[in-house]
T-cell receptor, first 113, second 112 residues
Framework: NAGVTQTPKFQVLKTGQSMTLQCAQD?????MYWYRQDPGMGLRLIYY???????DKGEVPNGYNVSRLNKREFSLRLESAAPSQTSVYFC????????????FGNGTRLTVT | SQQGEEDPQALSIQEGENATMNCSYK?????LQWYRQNSGRGLVHLIL?????REKHSGRLRVTLDTSKKSSSLLITASRAADTASYFC????????????FGGGTRVLVKP
């Protein structure tokens, strides 16, 4: 099983450009998440989808939008990239929200110049 | 805001030694989880301990939870070079809408 697959692995954007980060899971999980990881900050939740058809804001949602396309796929969109969005982005999934372990992808390293 | 805070931030030990790291949190939790992250990779779930449990083992890992002190510890026994990684605690609590909140992590270096 592939688990959680993220694309692309690396991306460089100029300020103001837009892009979509893709995430797909093959574990039939109900819940999916987008986190960003910055040095010394741990992981911070951007958006999550507790189940297909629902999305909710996390701790740091400003500047991002998400789409839960179907049960497998959860995308993250940056409409107008800013240098402050330079980070490593991780997608994760779990069977259910709350107490279930998260399964992570290997991340997208994004640089905004 | 970070619910869990790991201590120490970094740890360097010799192969074969034990490694202990701690996690403190602020509000009541449903469960606490520990994850490992190898350089350049995503996080991997290690162990989950529920609020009504005090200790849990998985292979060379031992996790304790003290809800009265709002703290948890992760012990890695007989460490190996392959244990070199960052370790994160994550808490699931009702105040955060049952979403996991991660700490800043402990970087562990195991020297051969």
């Amino acid at each position: 099983n592939a688990g959680v697959t993220q694309t692309p692995k690396f991306q460089v954007l100029k300020t103001g450009q837009s892009m979509t980060l893709q995430c797909a899971q093959d574990m039939n999980h109900n819940s999916m998440y987008w986190y960003r990881q910055d040095p010394g900050m741990g992981l911070r939740l951007i958006y999550y989808s507790a189940s297909e058809g629902t999305t909710d804001k996390g701790e740091v949602p400003n500047g991002y939008n998400v789409s839960r396309l179907n049960k497998r796929e959860f995308s993250l969109r940056l409409e107008s990239a800013a240098p402050s969005q330079t980070s490593v982005y991780f997608c994760a999934s779990s069977e259910a929200p709350g107490g279930s372990p998260l399964h992570f992808g290997n991340g997208t390293r994004l640089t905004v110049t | 805001s970070q619910q869990g805070e790991e201590d120490p931030q970094a740890l360097s030990i010799q192969e074969g030694e034990n490694a202990t790291m701690n996690c403190s949190y602020k509000t009541s939790i449903n469960n606490l989880q520990w994850y490992r992250q190898n350089s350049g990779r995503g996080l991997v779930h290690l162990i989950l301990i529920r609020s009504n449990e005090r200790e849990k083992h998985s292979g060379r890992l031992r996790v304790t939870l003290d809800t009265s002190k709002k703290s948890s510890s992760l012990l890695i026994t007989a460490s190996r070079a392959a244990d070199t990684a960052s370790y994160f605690c994550a808490t699931d609590n009702k105040a955060a809408g049952n979403k996991l909140t991660f700490g800043g992590g402990t970087r562990v270096l195991v020297k051969p």
